[in-house]
């Protein structure tokens, strides 16, 4: 090809600065007034190009483009050859010399000339074939390359949106259809996935039935609208082998403009937007965002600070407690112990802020030991005042989805000194995400080992009842949302007398909590419930503090 000097030196000049900071991807420049190109030679050898120099080198390359992608990649080629547009960034399946199609992530910018017009079109492609985090099934990259892509887009420091998407219930799936049909539906989702996102970001496959998004191009307006778009496919379904099949999907997403974060802080801030999506199980998007009256930037640095905390020998945590009053007597019965965090950047920070937050982190059950030894530690001084003391620890599913939890508990027991009788566990409603069978078998042990066992929370969901059917609980506690105003509220008195009366046929005690006032007390009473805990008697305070005022 008889290329003039003066054309070929800014075209090789241009290639030669992106491919310094390209390394390890196919580097290519336009020259878009003569549509004339330069590609890296590793390029032309992969996928068998006429040459380093080509013309109309758009039009060549989308021939080697799977016949599904060529739609949306001539589009956006065509967008920025007219000056429509300034940037270019998407996945597509290219064939490769031996025939084979491999993904690729395509990347590339408008460069204009003194005049403001467009001069160059320049960029790289990634061929992830070639790469080591790459998933089999579907020719994304993984969970690793999610991360990896993760930290890149925050050393940017370049607002960017990621999100988290899933199939519900895709068990049932594989349990109707078999596993190689359930792997199919995972093909077909993450190509569906991927049209809807295609230049508009980058997918990946994680575990499971679940995909990831890193898009520098959308808003999260758009990035919702692109999903609404997903979501009615699939609801409207496809058909694989014969089999009509329609899914529910979730996706958890965040806007990310601070970047004094890492990776794995984003990845826990997308699996609880995710998490809380799933549970709505009607397929909407769920955005993290900081809380009322907070900066998005705070609130990542507040949850980065406290995870890095966990890793520091959980450094800033602390436990308060609230005590726990016997009905009839109003004498101590035991004490709540309740997570703190504490620094002199953030001041003292409640659960509900970050506990939401950890629970979806790996580093969890690391927080969750610390609690158990601590409250184990502070108890022990207790019981040698109080001998029938019993100290009150929340779990968290996570912990109990833990392979060898019921063994790490008995394990601090011995290790602190601290008696089985006077430990009781409490769990959620939550908990009827777990298996069944693994959580009566945990339960069934550390019971035998003096455990007790307290249902926290009941009432507020849509399984208590059932599980008071599956599992045995010592105590069930009824949540303040049904005593708060009791005294005067004959309907908030008719579900009290209903609950504590459903409590007490399982053979479980009956604590209630939110007692603020003597007025509720006095009403509460009235059901022949065992136990009570309220600000009427404290709020939780200080180990300390405790000790010196209530044992």
Same mark, same amino acid.
Not at 159 to 184: Q, R
Not at 208 to 217: Q, T
Not at 476 to 493: E, H, N, P, S, Y
Not at 524 to 545: C, F, I, M
């Given at each position: 090809?008889?290329?003039?000097?003066?054309?070929?030196?800014?075209?090789?000049?241009?290639?030669?600065?992106?491919?310094?900071?390209? &390394?390890?991807?196919?580097?290519?420049?336009?020259?878009?007034?003569?549509?004339?190109?330069?590609?890296?030679?590793?390029?032309?050898?992969?996928?068998?190009?006429?040459?380093?120099?080509?013309?109309?080198?758009?039009?060549?390359?989308?021939?080697?483009?799977?016949?599904?992608?060529? &739609?949306?990649?001539?589009?956006?080629?065509?967008? /920025?050859?007219?000056?429509?547009?300034?940037?270019?960034?998407?996945?597509?399946?290219?064939?490769?010399?031996?025939?084979?199609?491999?993904?690729?992530?395509?990347?590339?910018?408008?460069?204009?000339?003194?005049?403001?017009?467009?001069?160059?079109?320049?960029?790289?492609?990634?061929?992830?074939?070639?790469?080591? $985090?790459?998933?089999?099934?579907?020719?994304?990259?993984?969970?690793?390359?999610?991360? &990896? $892509?993760?930290?890149?887009?925050?050393?940017?420091?370049?607002? !960017?949106?990621?999100?988290?998407?899933?199939?519900?219930?895709?068990?049932?799936?594989?349990?109707?259809?078999?596993?190689?049909?359930?792997?199919?539906?995972?093909?077909?989702?993450?190509?569906?996935?991927?049209?809807?996102?295609?230049?508009?970001?980058?997918?990946?496959?994680?575990?499971?039935?679940?995909?990831?998004?890193?898009?520098?191009?959308?808003?999260?307006?758009?990035?919702?609208?692109?999903?609404?778009?997903?979501?009615?496919?699939?609801?409207?379904?496809?058909?694989?082998?014969?089999?009509?099949?329609?899914?529910?999907?979730?996706?958890?997403?965040?806007?990310?403009?601070?970047?004094?974060?890492?990776?794995?802080?984003?990845?826990?801030?997308?699996?609880?937007?995710?998490?809380?999506?799933?549970?709505?199980?009607?397929?909407?998007?769920?955005?993290?965002?900081?809380?009322? +009256?907070?900066?998005?930037?705070?609130?990542?640095?507040?949850?980065?600070?406290?995870?890095?905390?966990?890793?520091?020998?959980?450094? =800033?945590?602390?436990?308060?407690?609230?005590? /726990?009053?016997?009905?009839?007597?109003?004498?101590?019965? +035991?004490?709540?112990?309740?997570?703190?965090?504490?620094?002199?950047?953030?001041?003292?920070?409640?659960?509900?802020?970050?506990?939401?937050?950890?629970?979806?982190?790996?580093?969890?059950?690391?927080?969750?030991?610390?609690?158990?030894?601590?409250?184990?530690?502070? =108890?022990?001084?207790?019981?040698?005042?109080?001998?029938?003391?019993?100290?009150?620890?929340?779990?968290?599913?996570?912990?109990?989805?833990?392979?060898?939890?019921?063994?790490?508990?008995?394990?601090?027991?011995?290790?602190?000194?601290?008696?089985?009788?006077?430990?009781?566990?409490?769990?959620?409603?939550?908990?009827?995400?777990?298996?069944?069978?693994?959580?009566?078998?945990?339960?069934?042990?550390?019971?035998?080992?003096?455990?007790?066992?307290?249902?926290? $929370?009941?009432?507020?969901?849509?399984?208590?009842?059932?599980?008071?059917? $599956?599992?045995?609980?010592?105590?069930?506690?009824?949540?303040?949302? !049904?005593?708060?105003?009791?005294?005067?509220?004959?309907?908030?008195?008719?579900?009290?007398?209903?609950?504590? +009366?459903?409590?007490?046929?399982?053979?479980?005690?009956?604590?209630?909590?939110?007692?603020?006032?003597?007025?509720?007390?006095?009403?509460?009473?009235?059901?022949?419930?065992?136990?009570?805990?309220?600000?009427?008697?404290?709020?939780?305070?200080?180990?300390?503090?405790?000790?010196?005022?209530?044992?």
């Amino acid at each position: 090809m008889n290329i003039p000097d003066k054309l070929k030196r800014t075209l090789d000049e241009i290639f030669e600065a992106f491919s310094i900071v390209c &390394e390890g991807t196919y580097v290519y420049v336009n020259d878009m007034s003569v549509d004339l190109s330069r590609w890296s030679r590793t390029a032309v050898d992969a996928f068998d190009l006429p040459g380093e120099y080509m013309t109309n080198a758009g039009g060549i390359w989308e021939e080697h483009i799977h016949p599904e992608d060529r &739609e949306a990649y001539h589009k956006s080629i065509d967008e /920025i050859m007219r000056g429509a547009a300034g940037s270019h960034d998407m996945q597509y399946r290219a064939r490769n010399r031996q025939g084979n199609y491999v993904m690729c992530t395509c990347r590339g910018v408008v460069i204009h000339d003194a005049e403001g017009k467009p001069a160059y079109f320049a960029g790289s492609i990634r061929n992830h074939g070639l790469e080591g $985090d790459i998933d089999v099934m579907t020719g994304l990259r993984d969970q690793k390359g999610f991360l &990896e $892509d993760l930290e890149e887009s925050l050393s940017e420091q370049k607002p !960017f949106f990621a999100a988290i998407l899933g199939i519900n219930g895709f068990s049932e799936i594989n349990t109707l259809y078999g596993y190689d049909f359930g792997n199919l539906v995972i093909q077909k989702t993450a190509r569906l996935y991927l049209t809807q996102t295609l230049n508009g970001g980058r997918v990946y496959r994680l575990d499971g039935a679940r995909f990831g998004l890193i898009s520098k191009n959308f808003t999260p307006e758009q990035a919702e609208d692109a999903f609404s778009r997903f979501r009615d496919r699939t609801r409207k379904g496809f058909t694989i082998d014969g089999i009509h099949i329609s899914f529910v999907v979730s996706e958890g997403g965040i806007y990310v403009d601070s970047y004094e974060v890492n990776s794995h802080t984003i990845l826990a801030c997308l699996e609880s937007a995710y998490r809380r999506s799933g549970r709505n199980m009607l397929g909407d998007v769920t955005i993290f965002s900081a809380r009322a +009256g907070q900066k998005q930037a705070e609130a990542l640095a507040l949850l980065s600070d406290i995870r890095e905390s966990v890793f520091q020998k959980c450094r =800033g945590f602390l436990l308060y407690y609230q005590p /726990i009053m016997n009905a009839e007597s109003q004498t101590l019965r +035991g004490a709540e112990a309740l997570i703190r965090y504490r620094d002199d950047r953030h001041g003292l920070v409640f659960p509900d802020t970050f506990i939401p937050f950890l629970e979806n982190d790996s580093i969890f059950p690391e927080l969750g030991s610390w609690i158990l030894r601590r409250a184990m530690e502070d =108890g022990a001084r207790f019981v040698q005042k109080v001998p029938d003391f019993i100290m009150n620890v929340n779990l968290s599913y996570v912990q109990l989805e833990q392979a060898g939890f019921a063994e790490e508990v008995k394990r601090l027991l011995d290790e602190t000194g601290f008696p089985a009788r006077n430990l009781c566990l409490e769990i959620t409603e939550r908990c009827r995400f777990l298996d069944l069978q693994l959580l009566k078998s945990i339960m069934n042990d550390l019971r035998q080992y003096g455990v007790k066992f307290a249902l926290d $929370d009941f009432g507020t969901g849509f399984s208590s009842a059932s599980l008071l059917n $599956d599992l045995s609980f010592d105590t069930i506690k009824i949540d303040r949302a !049904f005593v708060t105003g009791i005294a005067v509220d004959t309907k908030k008195q008719d579900a009290l007398s209903h609950l504590a +009366g459903l409590a007490r046929t399982f053979g479980s005690d009956v604590c209630v909590e939110g007692i603020e006032d003597e007025a509720t007390r006095e009403a509460v009473n009235r059901y022949h419930v065992t136990s009570l805990q309220g600000y009427l008697y404290s709020k939780p305070v200080s180990a300390e503090v405790f000790e010196r005022d209530w044992v």
